[in-house]
């Protein structure tokens, strides 16, 4: 092989390096938990921080929800069959929020085990639920068998 | 190969050691902004903890972009960046030397001096060691990016302040992944994927930069 | 049925076959684009119902929404036009890159500003570190670079080039801003904003939104190709054809 052509399929293969060692590192860094999501296993069993903002996801529990008189604050329970927590809201709940409904709530954990949430995101109907949300609740189905 | 290389970089340092009067701004630079910040906005140590990993990186990436103009300048006024170009020699390999070679003078130092400005700032110690990797890998995303900037702007006579301007735009995740990564590990969260992407953007940027400042400097040398 | 395709392509390469060509659609493009712009405007601030929870406020969403998707859609065509300019050497290309910079500057800023109107009164906020505000500002910054960049260049072919360079590093780069910008903003979300989720649009406010989307498109169009057409007139002033069009246009 002519030096020059040597030449470039180095550069080259320098380059294709790069490159793969990025997409490892982005596959590394995206299997971990940087939206700090977690199920309501996780929080009662503690592993999730509190006075740092999490989202937290699962199930309504029908029957759960219970406003307060006077102001938006609605109180609500969110559950993936394996545990409960309790999340306090102030502000207007999204259209599709419902019981029985997959829901992902963003906020801070109290020490009492109060979610306090800033804000709510809820999804029509299962089949279009938030990944996170799916795959915990597999997870706590496997669990409990 | 290798001896370009060896010749290239024993060029650069030398060059460097001549003008290490110039070398020393970025540090001066670097220690009077962090000194500022405490100053201007609050001594409460709490509050201080909670910025210092950004008031750290966006004081040290400013410092950097100080002598990023320099890495071209010089020899495309004296026509050597000229001959760089025409010669059998690969110029990408030319160009990742000198890049090699401005981290190593400004981006190695002003992480070396973060441990001083840290306690400055009230970082706890055992943030340090995550952010001077950080710091590390941030100042040679730096210099990579920074060399097309520079490339783009070395035929110009006031170039300093447009090359901010360009590369600005292009830092924008350097800075977050690298503060988020400090942050993370302040607040006793889980660090390493954060320092992950900020490797891979170093990654990316290592195989994408020298191509396009190459391509750069050829625009600006016929110019 | 290659090479009808390489032929057409390589006629783009005469700017004089491209500004005769660009005359009647200039022309009928710019007129579609008024009155459908017109006619949505119209439709969207006067008669479009009354939201449920904004009220009146949203209708900015006529103007925001257009300038928004434009902004990003314009930076898309600068960088591929670049990309064309720097692979296949067509002048055409590095002038409509060019041209199109401030086109896109100015959709990003009304982005913003108008986006600024629309919060004050729906958030209380004038601005919000969200994710798509941020890659909005660093998307005008973008432009700015290139804009600037573009005249400190002494040549206008070196900033051509150079500009098509960058408007590469830019593109690149915009779905790693996207996405560092989505880490940091929901590891820090703001304890006291809440967005309201976005209710499915009713059909009586979509399409005068789809409309006037549809005519900020066309809009663009009509611009980029009158604006080509003078650069074109600019830069190939030493042609001859040129020189006879500027004197027919000066005579009339």
Known sequence: MNPKRKQRLILILLGVCGLTVAVFLVIFALRQNLNYFFTPLEISNGAAPSEQVIRAGGMVLPGSIARE????????KVTDY????????????PDLFEEGQGVVVIGKLD?????TAD????????????PEVTHALEQAEKAAK | MIKLVQHTLQRELTLAYRRRADLLNPLFFFVLVVSLFPMGITTDLDKLTEMSGGVLWVCALLASLLSLDLMFRNDFEDGSLEQMLLSSAPPQVIVLCKIFCHWLVTGVPLTLLSPLLSIMLALPGHALPV??????LGTFSLSLIGSIGAALTVGLRKGGLLLTILIMPVLVPVLIFGTSTVQAIVLGLAWPGYLAFLGAFTAGAFALAPWLTVAALKVSVCD | MWQLFVRWFHKWSSPKWFYEMSKPWSFWLGWAALLITTTAIIWGLGFAPVERLQGNSYRIIFIHVPSAFLSEAIYVTIAIAGAIGLIWRIKLAYYV?????PLGMSMAFLALATGAIWGKPTWGHWWVWDMRITSMLILLLLYIGLWALHNAMERPESGDRAAAILALVGVVNIPVIKFSVNLVTTLHQPATLKFTEKAPMHISMLIPLLLSILGFYLAFLA????????????????AKWVQQEIEQLGNR
Do not use: Q, W
Not at chain 2, 131 to 136: E, P
Not at chain 3, 97 to 101: E, L, N, Q, S, W
């Open chain 2, 131 to 136: 952010l001077m990797a950080s710091l590390l």
């Open chain 3, 223 to 238: 611009l980029m190709l009158v604006r080509s057409r003078i650069e074109i007139l600019r830069r190939e002033r030493k």
């Open chain 1, 119 to 130: 804000s709510v995101l809820a999804k029509h109907d299962e089949t279009y639920m938030p």
């Open chain 1, 82 to 93: 394996a545990a409960i927590i309790d999340v306090k809201y102030d502000g207007i709940l």
């Open chain 3, 97 to 101: 890159a060019k041209i199109c910079v």
């Open chain 1, 111 to 115: 020490d009492n085990g109060l979610l």
């Open chain 1, 69 to 76: 008189d006077g102001s938006l604050v609605v109180n609500f």
